[in-house]
């Protein structure tokens, strides 16, 4: 079994599969090792429509900072009954399945959820990924790439941005507005 410091994840893909879930998480801050998932969300998607949906509030164990609850609108009172990660998270993870994972700038939710995965349950998590934001700088000439300026160019609504379900379907509206442009320039 892989430590958390090897991580050994997933391959990177630069593709368009028809079946996926887009996953998206909010947190307590930037590190994997020392902040926590305050929320986690995911759309499954069959023959690239969505077919299920998946989110909830996970309350950690250290108080949110007001600047996180500003920047994502999720305080400690609307976490304070939600399950912990460890009660959760297999949940989650089973929800995903062996699905190819697609997200904005993913490896930031692999390595939360990965670190997550292998310190509740010993299990990796190993599913191949696409990054919407490394496509992006691909074939979206914007003069950022994260996912509002993103979401501006291919006119996908980035209402409610930083709440996880939201940044999901940002995300899916992103990837299939850039898997539309990529079929039609082959």
């Known amino acids: 079994m892989a430590t958390i410091a090897t991580r050994n994840k997933g391959q990177k893909l630069m593709d368009f599969p028809d079946n996926y879930t887009v996953i998206d998480i909010e947190t307590t801050g ?24 998946y989110t909830t509030l996970v309350r950690p164990l250290s108080r949110i900072g007001g600047f996180i ?49 292998v310190k509740y ?12 934001c490394t496509m992006s700088r691909k074939y979206c000439p914007t003069r950022s790439h994260k996912l509002d300026y993103v979401a501006e160019y291919y006119k996908v609504d980035a209402t409610g941005h930083h ?16 898997k539309k442009q990529v079929q039609s320039e082959v």
């Open 30 to 53: 930037l590190s994997a090792s020392k902040n926590e998932i305050i929320e986690l969300s995911a759309l499954k998607i069959r023959d690239n429509e969505i077919f299920d949906s």
């Open 69 to 117: 609850t500003k920047l994502t609108g999720i305080s400690n009172e609307m976490v304070e009954n939600a399950p912990l990660i460890e009660e959760i998270l297999e949940e989650y993870l089973n929800f995903i399945g062996d699905d190819v994972v697609v997200g904005h700038n993913v490896n930031f939710d692999i390595n939360f959820i990965y670190d997550k995965s």
């Open 121 to 132: 349950y010993n299990r990796e998590f190993r599913n191949d990924f696409v990054d919407t």
């Open 163 to 178: 709440r996880a379900d939201n940044d999901c379907r940002m995300t899916y509206g992103i990837y299939s507005a850039m």
